[in-house]
């Protein structure tokens, strides 16, 4: 049994604290442009800012300011990026550069400076190389071992993390803006910016695997291996865990409840549940759960060659059911569309994700060297019109992503080679690349790099 390691930022209600007056800068306070940062330009010269105001904690970019009213943070070489907090009593300052010095203002339009403290070791032995500009920030695995969540902003520098004890296997920004994050096969941990854990739950029943997700009324939907007997063969088959706020389980969905007659067969698929589930079949392999914007589920299914739409509304009697699948032809499911387009078909795919516009995303992981891709499907009547491809440089065999971006383009995720690329709806150079990797040597599987926006 592995020790979860996650601790609580130093924050508190501020009852029991007496404030001090504020820090006085030693240079000229009489300027109002310094004290409160245009949208563009300068802060000034900031450099006698003092420092001592904002107290360390036990993470090395989050720092408590004792204050009541409005803070106001931002990196000292960049006075438009932002953060907005209402203090009581103190608040637990986030969203820090690692590289270099933030700048806070109180209420009363003072300003104190903040120094990024020493990253624990396994946080500063990630490399991360970056070019460009990306749409978003974004949440993704410690390359280092695959522990921790770390944050980078849209240019690929570290502005958050969150420190554990074993691989994150899945992430999840929530409609309240918190992490949910899956810890090894059996641990559901929810934390916020400020670093409190806000739910921590365990000993499941079935291993939990690949992804997690949060719909609006606060339900999470946890994927799940379970071994079935069917017709003397065993085989591993996905369901969902339908947990409440509280970490309660509400509801249950079960794959084996939803296949046609006829669907389970005998054949050699994956090995990924061998050492888990022993001589069964891993015929499904979910990999995706994503909420769609109606609040229904979208499912990717990587050895079906399948992507499923249920019914939302977890705990009521319609949840759950199978609206539509899209399946690609060598796939286990009779598809609802028929796949047209230029190359239209896809193999053990990941990721399926449904827009605003009833349009189907996935990464494409292809078989064999193929060249691995996103690609979008325009779901119209009874086809699935292929809307637009993005090409990776990459075979990426192994998991992956492809989340729209606000323009149409897409954001990439290539597991097995550390690296994630931005394109732009019509582009095949990408508008911003990120390579991981991790100074002590091998670097662990990139799940997912998940967009955040508002950072």
């Given at each position: 049994m592995w020790t979860l390691l996650f601790f609580l930022a130093c924050s508190g209600d501020g009852s029991d604290v007496t404030e001090p007056d504020p820090p006085t800068p030693t240079g000229d306070t009489g300027d109002t442009d310094t004290a409160t940062p245009p949208p563009t330009g300068t802060t000034g010269d900031t450099a006698e800012v003092p420092t001592g105001w904002c107290a360390p904690t036990t993470n090395a970019l989050r720092f408590d300011c004792p204050a009541t009213g409005t803070l106001r943070w931002w990196p000292a070489d960049d006075p438009t990026r932002v953060h907005t907090a209402e203090a009581d009593g103190s608040y637990v300052i986030w969203g820090i550069r690692s590289d270099v010095d933030t700048l806070v203002e109180l209420p009363d339009g003072s300003l104190t400076r903040v120094v990024p403290g020493v990253l624990p070791q396994r946080i500063d032995d990630a490399l991360m190389l970056a070019t460009g500009t990306a749409s978003t920030a974004m949440a993704l695995p410690n390359p280092c071992e695959g522990q921790d969540l770390l944050v980078v902003d849209d240019e690929g520098r570290l502005v958050w993390y969150e420190e554990f004890q074993a691989g994150v296997a899945a992430i999840d920004i929530t409609p309240d803006g918190t992490f949910l994050v899956l810890i090894g096969g059996a641990r559901l941990i929810e934390v916020d910016v400020q670093g409190n854990a806000l739910l921590n739950v365990a000993d499941f029943e079935h291993p939990m695997h690949h992804d997690v997700s949060r719909d609006e009324d606060g339900f999470t939907y946890a994927l799940y291996a379970e071994r079935i007997s069917h017709e003397g063969e065993d085989y591993v088959l996905d369901g969902l865990y339908v947990?409440?706020?509280?970490?309660?389980?509400?509801?249950?969905?079960?794959?084996?409840?939803?296949?046609?007659?006829?669907?389970?067969?005998?054949?050699?698929?994956?090995?990924?549940?061998?050492?888990?589930?022993?001589?069964?079949?891993?015929?499904?392999?979910?990999?995706?759960?994503?909420?769609?914007?109606?609040?229904?589920?979208?499912?990717?299914?990587?050895?079906?060659?399948?992507?499923?739409?249920?019914?939302?509304?977890?705990?009521?009697?319609?949840?759950?059911?199978?609206?539509?699948?899209?399946?690609?032809?060598?796939?286990?499911?009779?598809?609802?569309?028929?796949?047209?387009?230029?190359?239209?078909?896809?193999?053990?795919?990941?990721?399926?994700?449904?827009?605003?516009?009833?349009?189907?995303?996935?990464?494409?992981?292809?078989?064999?060297?193929?060249?691995?891709?996103?690609?979008?499907?325009?779901?119209?009547?009874?086809?699935?019109?292929?809307?637009?491809?993005?090409?990776?440089?990459?075979?990426?065999?192994v998991q992956g992503a492809a989340y729209p971006t606000a323009d149409d383009g897409v954001l990439l995720s290539c597991s097995t080679h550390g690296e994630i690329r931005e394109l732009g709806p019509s582009e095949t150079t990408p508008r911003f690349s990120l390579d991981l990797a991790c100074a002590t040597g091998r670097t662990a599987l990139l799940n997912r790099a998940v967009p955040i926006d508002d950072w």
């Open positions: 947990l409440d706020r509280d970490g309660a389980i509400v509801d249950d969905w079960r794959l084996y409840d939803h296949l046609p007659a006829g669907t389970l067969v005998p054949g050699e698929r994956g090995f990924y549940w061998e050492g888990k589930f022993p001589g069964a079949i891993d015929f499904s392999h979910g990999n995706s759960v994503e909420v769609a914007p109606d609040g229904g589920l979208m499912l990717s299914f990587r050895w079906l060659h399948s992507v499923m739409k249920v019914t939302g509304g977890a705990t009521t009697p319609q949840f759950g059911t199978v609206e539509w699948a899209l399946a690609a032809p060598q796939g286990d499911l009779v598809s609802t569309y028929q796949l047209v387009g230029d190359d239209p078909r896809f193999d053990g795919q990941h990721h399926a994700t449904l827009d605003e516009q009833g349009r189907v995303w996935l990464f494409d992981n292809g078989e064999g060297d193929e060249v691995s891709r996103a690609m979008r499907f325009d779901l119209d009547g009874t086809d699935a019109p292929v809307g637009a491809t993005w090409d990776h440089t990459d075979a990426c065999p």
